[in-house]
């Protein structure tokens, strides 16, 4: 409110022991300080503020997000071509377990995996699948692909 008083040329009233000072714009050293967990950009008179605090369904589509590249990366490096079907295997700590399954769907459909199934050693792959050991966020998984054999 007090910097609207001072952007249309007006003063404000400041009282200082009994002394009144009437103070424009001008008398003040003006910086914009942003709120805690926003960044702010001002431009022409406009500001622009946004929250930068991440929510927990937030980071966790981070981790999605890195996961579907991590496997499309894979399914390049196969040599698989854009429409093939896939049996995606996924190995993971419990956090990440958990976070593969509520998201399965979502997953599944970005590769286009015909099928996902944890596994926990590389025995338990079948023969042709190829895997790759990948850092997510800080987090260790493991995806082996083949060829799905569903359309």
Do not use: H
Not at 20 to 32: G, H, K, Q, R
Request: charged share 30%.
């Amino acid at each position: 409110a007090t910097m609207d008083i001072l952007r249309r040329g007006e003063t404000v009233a400041l009282d200082v022991d009994g002394t009144v000072y009437d103070l424009a714009e001008e008398d003040f050293l003006i910086s914009e300080v942003p709120a805690t967990g926003y960044v702010t950009e001002s431009e022409a008179g406009l500001t622009v503020a946004l929250q930068t605090e991440l929510s927990d369904e937030l980071i966790e589509e981070g981790f999605v997000r890195e996961i579907v590249s991590k496997v499309q990366s894979m399914r390049r490096d196969i040599d698989f071509e854009v429409t093939d079907r896939v049996a995606l295997y996924v190995a993971a700590n419990k956090k990440m377990t958990n976070l593969v399954e509520r998201w399965q769907d979502k997953i599944c459909e970005e590769v286009l995996a015909a099928s996902l199934t944890f596994f926990s050693k590389e025995e338990e792959l079948p023969q042709d699948a190829q895997s790759k050991d990948w850092d997510i966020n800080g987090e260790a998984m493991t995806f082996a692909l083949r060829r799905s054999e569903q359309k």
